[in-house]
C-alpha cells in the first residue's frame, strides 16, 4: 500500500486545519493549500464521510517531504482507524481555480456512510461541499 513518491494527503473533515485532530500530524507539512477532489460527502455532527462521486469536495492538500511520509501514513492509517472504517486510496487533487495538482493519498468510509447516521450532503449553489458548512 505504500507509495514513496506520493508525498501529499487531501483531508476534508477533522484532520483540516482549526478542526479537533489537527494535532494528530506527525510531522510538519512543507505546504498546506486549498484544494477539492471528486466525491461524495456525508456528514453528522461529529465528522464527515466520503465516497467515490462526482461532487466537488473542498479540503486541504497537506505536502510533506519524502522521508517523512511512512510516519504520516502510520499515524493517519490509526486516527483513520484504516481499513476498518476507513480506506486510503489516491485520488487527483485540483486546486481552487480547478488546475490539477496531482495524486494525493485521501481516506473513503469504508461502509455505506447513510448506515452510520451520516447524511449526504448536497453541494451548494455553486457546486461545492465543505465540512462542516
Known amino acids: 500500500m505504500e507509495t514513496p513518491e506520493l508525498t501529499s494527503i487531501f483531508v476534508y473533515g477533522t484532520l ?10 506527525p510531522e510538519t507539512p512543507t505546504m498546506i493549500q486549498n484544494a477539492w477532489v ?20 473542498h479540503g486541504e492538500l497537506w505536502q510533506f517531504q519524502s ?15 484504516a ?8 485520488t487527483e ?8 495538482l496531482g495524486i494525493a493519498w485521501t481516506y473513503h468510509y ?6 452510520d447516521g451520516f ?6 449553489a455553486d457546486g461545492n ?3 462542516p458548512r
Open 119 to 124: 447524511q449526504l450532503l448536497i453541494p451548494a
Open 83 to 90: 481499513p476498518t472504517l476507513y480506506r486510503r486510496i489516491t
Open 93 to 100: 487533487v485540483f486546486d481552487p481555480n480547478n488546475q490539477a
Open 38 to 57: 471528486a466525491g461524495n460527502l456525508y456528514g453528522r455532527s461529529d465528522y464527515p464521510a466520503m465516497t467515490p462521486g462526482h461532487d466537488r469536495v
Open 129 to 131: 461541499i465543505h465540512w
Open 110 to 115: 469504508a461502509s455505506n456512510p447513510t448506515l
Open 16 to 25: 483540516k486545519r482549526g478542526q479537533c485532530r489537527e494535532s494528530c500530524w
Open 67 to 81: 522521508p517523512q511520509m511512512n510516519r504520516v501514513l502510520k499515524a493517519l492509517d490509526q486516527v483513520e482507524a
